[in-house]
């Protein structure tokens, strides 16, 4: 059996646990809500380098609203953004996805 016929079929299945998420700061894998601690934080991934427009949608969505809290961030976001679109419309213009 090939790795791909082994893989399930994730489509249609909904939000479900994909990915381990580890931290490579050295900081806790917890967050703090309204001052109470919360036992683990949740993460949700996004696969950019699939080139489809919903993700960098989302992405765009998340830089709009911390642009304000963290500029710096959100700036490189969107420029994520830009570099990926470039790829991606050069890639299907190409016919290579």
Partial sequence: M??????PNYKGMGL???????????????KVHNGAVLEKADYF??????????ELIALEAYADA????????ARDIYQKIV??????ST???KGIN
Avoid: Q, T
């Fill in 2 to 7: 090939s790795v791909e016929e082994s893989r």
């Fill in 66 to 73: 911390v642009c304000e809290s963290h500029p710096k961030l």
């Fill in 91 to 93: 890639f299907n213009r």
């Fill in 45 to 54: 991934v996004l696969h950019l380098n699939s080139g489809n427009e919903p």
């Fill in 16 to 30: 479900y646990n994909r990915y381990k998420v580890d931290r490579i700061d050295g900081g806790k894998d917890f």
């Fill in 83 to 88: 570099n990926l679109r470039k790829r991606y």
